[in-house]
């Protein structure tokens, strides 16, 4: 299950399925489908939680070990990852409790991470006789460098929040009292810039590194020809000259 709260300038997805610690199984990737379908139409920054002191224990084993090859090429969960990694506004994943397998996978597909001092990331896929084929293989190295990811992945060990902080994994630990003000504060900030030009970084940031700059002097012609690039910077130069 996926309960989503929304508001003018972001959306609050929280997973929720606490008989199952939150694992993801093939409703809640119908949900995330439908929920990024929505936020495509009408960009907003998405907040990504968990319920239950658990952000999500890894995908639906049950489920998991019924599939077959064909549904491996289907990438079930890969695709529904690489859609929410692709939303026009940022992904702010609050992680708290386990976030394992294709728990952590997701967090990985956000933009921003932070986490709770309770939080676990990992991915034992190995240990299950799979590997971790939702993005982990190639996000993580992104995230934390080949080496740490590689060391991870490899062993399947579970890290706690001080290392996630530590190797950049997240950017922030808060009291679980706080991390959805947290994550909120982040969102805060976000909408006090122009979603012009957070959608545009963000997809220049998404970009690889053969299309800079081309792609960084394209985005900013746009942006150069809007008329709140003018309404913002007037505003900015009035503010100076008081």
């Known amino acids: 299950m996926l309960r989503v709260e929304r508001g003018a300038d972001r959306v609050v997805a929280v997973l929720d399925r606490p008989e199952k610690r939150n694992a993801i199984d093939q409703a809640t990737i119908d949900a ?28 639906d084993i049950a489920q998991l070990r019924e599939r077959r090859a064909a549904d491996a090429l289907a990438g079930i969960n890969a695709n529904a990852f690489v859609r929410v990694n692709e939303l026009p506004m940022p992904v702010i994943a609050a992680i708290d409790g386990w976030a394992l397998g294709g728990g952590a996978e997701l967090a990985y597909a956000a933009d921003i991470r932070i986490a709770t001092p309770d939080a676990k990331f990992g991915n034992p896929e190995t240990g299950l006789g799979i590997i971790p084929a939702a993005g982990a293989t190639w996000r993580l190295k992104e995230i934390v460098g080949e080496a740490r990811a590689s060391e991870l992945l490899l062993t399947g060990r579970i890290i706690d929040a001080a290392e996630a902080l530590s190797i950049g994994l997240v950017t922030g630990v808060h009291p ?55 309404r913002r910077m007037t505003e900015f130069l009035e503010r100076r000259a008081k």
């Not at 929505?38 to 968990?50: C, F, H, S, V």
């Not at 909408?191 to 800079?212: G, M």
């Open 32 to 59: 995330i489908h439908a929920l990024c379908a929505e936020l495509e139409a009408e960009p907003r920054t998405l907040i990504l939680t968990g319920a239950g002191r658990v952000f999500a224990s890894g995908a």
């Open 176 to 230: 679980a009292a706080d991390l959805l003000a947290g994550a909120h504060a982040i969102a805060d900030r976000i909408a006090r810039n122009d979603p012009a030009a957070t959608i545009a970084t963000k997809r220049v940031l998404r970009a690889p590194r053969s299309e800079h700059p081309q792609v960084d002097l394209e985005e900013q012609s746009v942006l150069f020809e809007s008329p709140e690039k003018h």
